[in-house]
């Protein structure tokens, strides 16, 4: 109470002062209907800026929920698109018998500088994709599915040390084993080929369809070069294969409809 009684002995005229011009101006408003208007319109014009000035600040503040919602719809065109590309995949121009399931199927990540590479695609067990399966594409054999997820699967290609793709020279029907054993993602070698068998540089070498992997006469590449290693009774067979794999975007997974009964019968053989 001290406190306020010094405040007014020390700024009581002031204060006054102040009071008077407030009571003034209350009645120059109030009484004269020029000032009043002039007062009213100044207000509105003080209370718009105002308004607009809190709306801009608002605004502003949204702009990150904004920014969130509007990457959310990204993502969901993203995903949209993906989806649809998966579906539209062009169609396979190898010729396939009817008794083989066509799958078609996205790159999803690949591998090309290993010694065991990899590619996986973006299809799996939803899908109908089985561990086994072939891959091809429309210029030939990619490899087999080693490992398959719910959405995904993992293929084993010819660029890989461990594949082993049985093939045929097509003009002269003998077969062998193709493998991988370069640091070249076009080369391969085809061994096992009896050495009196009739090659010829440029001839093509085609899936022989004596595994129920890959059907015949899929084109995997041209023969480079041949010869007999000293001691060998075979031929090694230098091969320049049709796929670039560091270029491939889509496969293709093919399923043997009647893989089960031959491989049934093949295992009732071999056990007798």
């Known amino acids: 109470m001290q406190n306020i009684l010094q405040l007014f002995a020390r700024y009581g005229s002031h204060i006054l002062f102040l009071g008077l011009e407030i009571f003034c101006f209350i009645l120059i408003v109030n009484f004269n209907k020029t000032q009043k208007d002039i007062y009213l319109n100044s207000v509105n014009l003080f209370n718009g800026k105002l308004a607009e000035r809190v709306d801009k600040t608002r605004d502003y503040l949204k702009l990150q929920e904004i920014n969130d919602s509007l990457t959310h719809e990204n993502s969901k065109l993203i995903q949209r698109l993906i989806n649809e590309s998966r579906i539209?995949?062009?169609?396979?121009?190898?010729?396939?018998?009817?008794?083989?399931?066509?799958?078609?199927?996205?790159?999803?990540?690949?591998?090309?500088?290993?010694?065991?590479?990899?590619?996986?695609?973006?299809?799996?067990?939803?899908?109908?994709?089985?561990?086994?399966?072939?891959?091809?594409?429309?210029?030939?054999?990619?490899?087999?599915?080693?490992?398959?997820?719910?959405?995904?699967?993992?293929?084993?290609?010819?660029?890989?040390?461990?594949?082993?793709?049985?093939?045929?020279?097509?003009?002269?029907?003998?077969?062998?084993?193709?493998?991988?054993?370069?640091?070249?993602?076009?080369?391969?070698?085809?061994?096992?080929?009896?050495?009196?068998?009739?090659?010829?540089?440029?001839?093509?070498?085609i899936t022989s369809g004596y595994s129920t992997v890959f059907p015949k006469g899929i084109p995997i590449g041209k023969i480079t070069n041949f010869y007999v290693e000293q001691g060998s009774a075979n031929f090694s067979i230098d091969v320049e294969v049709n796929e670039d794999l560091a270029r491939l975007e889509y496969a293709y997974i093919i399923d043997y409809k009647k893989k089960a009964q031959k491989d049934s019968l093949t295992n009732l053989v071999i056990n007798e």
């Open 88 to 205: 539209n995949l062009p169609d396979l121009e190898i010729e396939i018998p009817e008794d083989y399931v066509i799958i078609p199927a996205l790159v999803c990540d690949k591998t090309i500088n290993l010694k065991n590479n990899y590619i996986t695609l973006c299809k799996g067990e939803k899908d109908g994709v089985r561990s086994g399966m072939g891959v091809i594409s429309n210029n030939g054999v990619v490899g087999l599915i080693r490992s398959v997820s719910p959405d995904f699967s993992i293929v084993l290609p010819i660029i890989n040390v461990l594949s082993r793709t049985n093939v045929a020279i097509k003009n002269s029907n003998y077969f062998g084993t193709m493998k991988w054993q370069d640091a070249n993602p076009l080369k391969m070698i085809v061994e096992e080929v009896p050495k009196h068998a009739k090659i010829t540089e440029g001839d093509t070498i």
